[in-house]
């Protein structure tokens, strides 16, 4: 089957870093996005990886391992506004996506 | 900006009745996907299109249906709809490759 985990919630503090793990077993493997949800919201894109190593956006970095099926998001100098939920997802083939069940990061002051 | 919409926000529906989920988008995107969300189970593929009249099944195609007569448009059908299906519906469209895929603001459907 085709599985992709990640923790069910994490709380972090203002200003601090944190890293949410996912962890994938899929039948292919072409590409891993990472989307932010807020509540009662769309999921909006943040990255994309295809290659092994980190991709870095600003506050945010994306890591990929694919031989260990492992990517982390890790979100620096956190803010209020940063609180939501957090989706991985992997697209095995050409066209569909699998998404994790996603984290919810509860941001506090 | 890519811009995906949703022809309802809120819905409500007794059982039995037959229900139309329309999207549009207008980035003349080849890729278009119905999913829905429920806490807990995360976001489930129901059908995706990857063109024009063009259909294939998710991952849970039953009791739902789907028409794309144009490319810019992309229809989920509730034949009969039941109060298990009460859920958000999220319609995406994306070029593939290294692009992403754009979602609609969601549709909050209630069946009574």
């Known amino acids: 089957g085709q599985n992709i985990d990640q923790p069910t919630e994490m709380t972090a503090t203002e200003g601090a870093i944190v890293q949410i793990n996912c962890t994938y077993q899929?039948?292919?493997?072409?590409?891993l996005f990472w989307y932010q949800q807020h509540a009662g919201e769309a999921p909006t894109f943040l990255s994309y990886?295809?290659?092994?190593g980190l991709e870095e956006k600003g506050r945010f970095s994306s890591f990929l391992s694919r031989s260990k099926g492992y990517s982390y998001l890790l979100l620096k100098e956190l803010q209020m506004k940063d609180s939501a939920s957090y989706l991985c997802a992997v697209r095995p083939g050409t066209y569909k996506y699998i998404f994790g069940t996603g984290t919810r990061l509860k941001v506090l002051a | 900006d890519v811009k995906v919409t949703q022809s309802s926000r809120y819905l409500v529906k007794r059982t039995g009745e037959k229900v139309f989920l329309e999207c549009v988008q207008d980035?003349?995107?080849?890729?278009m996907f119905w999913y829905r969300q429920d806490p807990g189970l995360g976001l489930r593929l129901i059908y995706f299109?990857?063109?024009?009249?063009?259909?294939e099944k998710g991952d849970i195609p039953e009791g739902y249906s789907v028409s794309r007569e144009k490319k810019e448009r992309f229809s989920l059908i509730l034949e009969s709809a039941s109060t298990n299906q009460t859920s958000m519906y999220l319609c995406?469209?994306?070029?593939?490759?290294?692009?992403?895929?754009?979602f609609g603001p969601g549709t909050r459907l209630l069946v009574l």
């Open positions: 980035m003349d995107h080849e890729n």
């Open positions: 299109s990857y063109d024009v009249k063009m259909k």
């Open positions: 990886n295809v290659l092994d």
């Open positions: 899929t039948s292919g493997f072409n590409g």
């Open positions: 995406a469209s994306g070029q593939g490759g290294q692009e992403t895929q754009y």
